[in-house]
Antibody, heavy 119, light 108 residues
Framework: EVQLVESGGGLAQPGGSLRLSCAAS????????MTWVRQAPGKGLEWVAN????????YYVDSVKGRFTISRDNAKNSLYLQMNSLRVEDTAVYYC????????????WGQGTLVTVSS | SSELTQDPAVSVALGQTVRITCQGD??????ATWYQQKPGQAPLLVLY???TRPSGIPDRFSGSTSGNTGSLTIIGAQAEDEADYYC???????????FGGGTKLTVL
C-alpha cells in the first residue's frame, strides 16, 4: 500500500524555522518526482516546490524561493522541506505528494501536516 | 507565470450532469489534471492526461479540453461527489505547477 506520512509541523514564530519530513512506503521513492503543496486555512491548493528523482533539479514557487529548501534521501525513503524565515502567510497544511510515473504531475498525496506561524 | 481560473461554486441536482471548467492559456499546451478534495481530507486524483481516470475512480467522471479551457464532467452526480474540485497544470516555467482556485460542488 502506498503511504506518505508527513511530520514536523507545529507552531513557529515569524522569522523562525521548521523542518518537515515525509516518510514514503509502498513504492520506490527514487523512481518519482516529489512535491510539496500547501493549503492555507479555508483556501485553495498552492504548489510550493518539487524535486527530481535523483535530487539534481529543484523548483520553487517565487514566494518561498530563498527561504525554503526541498531535499530528499532516497535511501531513507524520505522527503524534506526546510522552512526558514517563516512568515505569517506560510501558515497552512503542507502536503507531501508523489509524481505520476516519471512526470511532475501529482498522483498521490499524504494527509498533511499543519504549520502555524504566529507570534 | 500563468493562471488557472475556476468558478468558485457550482451546484447540480442528484443524478444530473455537471461540468466544472478551468480556463487558462497554458491549457492550450498542457492537459488539465483534476483533484477532488472532501472536507478534512487530502486531495484525490480523479482525472489526468487526455481523459484518463486512475483506478477506482468511477466512469461517471470524464475530462475534455477545448482551446484554453479544460472541463471535468460528472454524468449522473451522486451525493458522494459533493466536494471541492481543483484543476492543475504545468506552468510556463516547465517544472512549476499551477492550481486553479477550486470549485465547490454542491449536490442538491
Amino acid at each position: 500500500e502506498v503511504q506518505l506520512v508527513e511530520s514536523g509541523g507545529g507552531l513557529a514564530q515569524p522569522g523562525g524555522s521548521l523542518r518537515l519530513s515525509c516518510a514514503a512506503s509502498g513504492f520506490t521513492l527514487n523512481n518519482y518526482w516529489m512535491t510539496w503543496v500547501r493549503q492555507a486555512p479555508g483556501k485553495g491548493l498552492e504548489w510550493v516546490a518539487n524535486i527530481k528523482r535523483d535530487g539534481s533539479e529543484r523548483y520553487y514557487v517565487d514566494s518561498v524561493k530563498g527561504r525554503f529548501t526541498i531535499s530528499r534521501d532516497n535511501a531513507k525513503n524520505s522527503l524534506y522541506l526546510q522552512m526558514n524565515s517563516l512568515r505569517v502567510e506560510d501558515t497552512a497544511v503542507y502536503y507531501c505528494a508523489r509524481g505520476l510515473g516519471t512526470t511532475i504531475t501529482v498522483d498521490f498525496w499524504g494527509q498533511g501536516t499543519l504549520v502555524t506561524v504566529s507570534s | 507565470s500563468s493562471e488557472l481560473t475556476q468558478d468558485p461554486a457550482v451546484s447540480v441536482a442528484l443524478g444530473q450532469t455537471v461540468r466544472i471548467t478551468c480556463q487558462g492559456d497554458i491549457l492550450s499546451k498542457y492537459y488539465a489534471t483534476w483533484y477532488q478534495q472532501k472536507p478534512g481530507q487530502a486531495p484525490l486524483l480523479v482525472l489526468y492526461g487526455d481523459n484518463t481516470r486512475p483506478s477506482g475512480i468511477p466512469d461517471r467522471f470524464s475530462g475534455s479540453t477545448s482551446g484554453n479551457t479544460g472541463s471535468l464532467t460528472i454524468i449522473g452526480a451522486q451525493a458522494e461527489d459533493e466536494a471541492d474540485y481543483y484543476c492543475n497544470s504545468r506552468d510556463t516555467s516547465d517544472h512549476h505547477l499551477l492550481f486553479g482556485g477550486g470549485t465547490k460542488l454542491t449536490v442538491l
